[in-house]
Each structure stands twice: as structure tokens, then as C-alpha cells.
């Protein structure tokens, strides 16, 4: 198993930034490939970011490309999410992932997610 816990959302205003951190316990966090989604009201879940388990591999959503930065210290058990310049269509409940970095994982460990809101 492994426990999931966000931290770092608020209340911001356009233009601002935020910095979100998962902080993982239980299993090697090593072993994990970590991910970034977002939930807004009446929306579906979408991917934000994706870091493999040595942070040699990043993705993005094109959405956010350019300003959100994706990290992780494996030291730490923490991945991170900075988020710069945000726009009100940033407004969601952000939520970090994990699963094994093999192929074909699904994505079988979820935090609870941290509240991102950007007012206009």
C-alpha cells in the first residue's frame, strides 16, 4: 500500500503561483511513477502531469505546458507541483497518483486531493 497526502492548495488570484506537494508513505517511493490530475466542478478528471521514478521523464498536459513544473525528491517521498502564472480555468481539486513505473500500470494509489482556486 501506499498513502497519498496533498497539501498546498488555496485561494489565489490569476497571475499568481502555488506550489503543491504529495508527501507518499508506505512502499518504496521509488518505485513509483508519479502523477498531477485535476477535477473541476462538473468536469471530468484530467491529467495535469506525469514524473517516472527517477524524474528523467516528464510530461505534460498542454493545457499547462510552460507554466506548471512537475518534481519530485525521492529522499523526501514527495513530488510537487509548481504552479505559476495560474488562470481561472486552473480552478479544480488537484490530485496526486501513484503506480509501479512498469508498463501497462494503472494508476492505483490516489491522495485525497488539495483545493486550487484562481479568482479572476
Known amino acids: 500500500q501506499v498513502q497519498l497526502v496533498e497539501s498546498g492548495g488555496g485561494l489565489v488570484q490569476a497571475g499568481d503561483s502555488l506550489r503543491l506537494s504529495c508527501a507518499a508513505s508506505?512502499?518504496?517511493?521509488?518505485?513509483?511513477?508519479m502523477a498531477w490530475f485535476r477535477q473541476a466542478p462538473g468536469k471530468e478528471r484530467e491529467f495535469v502531469a506525469f514524473?517516472?521514478?527517477?524524474?528523467?521523464?516528464?510530461y505534460y498536459a498542454n493545457s499547462v505546458k510552460g507554466r506548471f513544473t512537475i518534481s519530485r525528491t525521492n529522499a523526501k517521498n514527495t513530488v510537487y507541483l509548481q504552479l505559476n502564472s495560474l488562470r481561472p480555468e486552473d480552478t479544480a481539486v488537484y490530485y496526486c497518483a501513484a503506480r509501479y513505473d512498469l508498463p501497462g500500470k494503472e494508476y492505483d494509489y490516489w491522495g485525497q486531493g488539495t483545493q486550487v482556486t484562481v479568482s479572476s
Open positions: 514524473i517516472n521514478k527517477l524524474g528523467g521523464s516528464i
Open positions: 508506505g512502499r518504496a517511493f521509488s518505485n513509483f511513477a
